[in-house]
């Protein structure tokens, strides 16, 4: 038992961290503030103080703006006026503290869940104490309980979702560095090979061993760009691939028609000769990703339109179709792994529904300016 509270003492705060204020928490302030009035109204006859009960609750309703980033001291704050000062002239719009309750559950760190928990153990036994009476205790307790798992819920649920976001991110991390090393590789390869052909040919020809000389300087000053691009995308321990990285000429693999009569249609404009091989496997993997979450999810597909473009400012990937997809709050692992590529190489990617019908995604890949 020891061993758990003290483990539950040490727990880190939720993650993700909670997210900023918003326009929501102002307009429940300004809604519990207008009932409290209007309650204090109402029952002023019924309660023994009924302004003192408003101001009471008016000056602990803004702790539910800070309930997120001080989950504890907000709740304890709000729970004075009602629970130690004036314990006969509690509104109903007191309940308001349940919101407080639920950011302590959600957001708090261990050390803050054990102290809330005790608080609040300790208000419902002041409760009884004072006459309350049994039913007041266990709805009381009834209702913390769910506010309290409602909280931890959505706090496992987030935690859940984040693992599984870290991980797309770690895989999108380890196939770029993937590709990287086969690039570096090749590099390494031709280098080796040229000062080979030079220390052959120098004492006959040293105009040869020159040449030789010039496309190791390129071939070095390329692997040594790509290298820095790799020292922050790391892998786990595992064997590098070393099958060929895909190019812009071999997205075309993917025309074709399915088996379920979906037609996917490609077209690749402008040279990809000068393509970063890690941008043209990168394009190559967004364009398949595109295709495959086409053909899995959307309903009624008939046609998958791919269209490459490469130009002098980087590599332009647009992925539509016509069929019609489920709205989803949030985008799937495979949107957000197809992100989280794109972004390590300095582009961008968006997905969405088209305005009449379908669903598109849009990346956007530089030819330079990609180092991490």
Do not use: K
Request: charged share 20%; proline share 6%.
């Amino acid at each position: 038992m020891t061993g758990l509270l003290r483990s539950a003492w040490r727990a880190p705060s939720a993650v993700p961290p909670p997210p900023r204020r918003v326009w929501r928490d102002w307009a429940l302030v300004a809604l519990v503030a207008v009932l409290a009035v209007v309650e204090g109204v109402l029952r002023s006859a019924e309660l023994p103080q009924p302004l003192l009960a408003v101001i009471a609750l008016l000056a602990a309703l803004p702790t539910v703006l800070w309930r997120r980033i001080l989950p504890l001291a907000m709740l304890v704050l709000a729970m004075v006026p009602f629970t130690l000062l004036l314990p006969d002239s509690t509104l109903y719009t007191s309940l308001f503290v349940m919101v407080n309750v639920y950011a302590l559950f959600r957001w708090g760190s261990g050390r803050n869940l054990v102290l809330g928990s005790a608080a609040l153990a300790a208000s419902l036994g002041l409760t009884f104490v004072r006459g309350g009476g049994l039913e007041d205790l266990i709805g009381g307790f009834g209702l913390l309980v769910s506010v309290v798992l409602l909280g931890i819920t959505f706090r496992f649920r987030a935690a859940s979702r984040h693992r599984g976001l870290e991980r797309i991110r770690i895989r999108e991390r380890e196939h770029l560095a993937r590709d990287l090393h086969d690039t570096v590789a090749h590099h390494v390869s031709a280098i080796a090979i040229r000062a080979q052909a030079g220390l052959a040919l120098a004492p006959r020809d040293p105009r040869a061993a020159e040449d030789a000389l010039r496309v190791i300087e390129t071939e070095a000053a390329r692997t040594l760009s790509e290298l820095r691009s790799m020292v922050r995308v790391l892998r786990q321990d595992d064997t590098a691939e070393l099958a060929p990285s895909p190019r812009l000429g071999d997205i075309e693999q993917l025309a074709g028609t399915r088996p379920g009569g979906t037609t996917v249609a490609v077209t690749v404009e402008g040279d990809d000769t000068s393509i970063p091989p890690p941008v043209a496997a990168a394009v190559f993997r967004l364009a398949q990703e595109s295709v495959t979450n086409a053909l899995r999810h959307a309903r009624q597909v008939s046609r998958v339109d791919v269209l490459v473009v490469a130009d002098d400012g980087g590599v332009r990937v647009s992925v539509t179709n016509d069929g019609d997809l489920a709205a989803s709050p949030t985008p799937g692992f495979g949107i957000i792994g197809m992100m989280e590529r794109a972004a390590l190489l300095g582009g961008t990617c968006q997905a969405g529904p088209m305005p009449g019908g379908g669903w598109a995604v849009t990346a956007v890949l530089p030819r330079v300016g990609w180092a991490l």
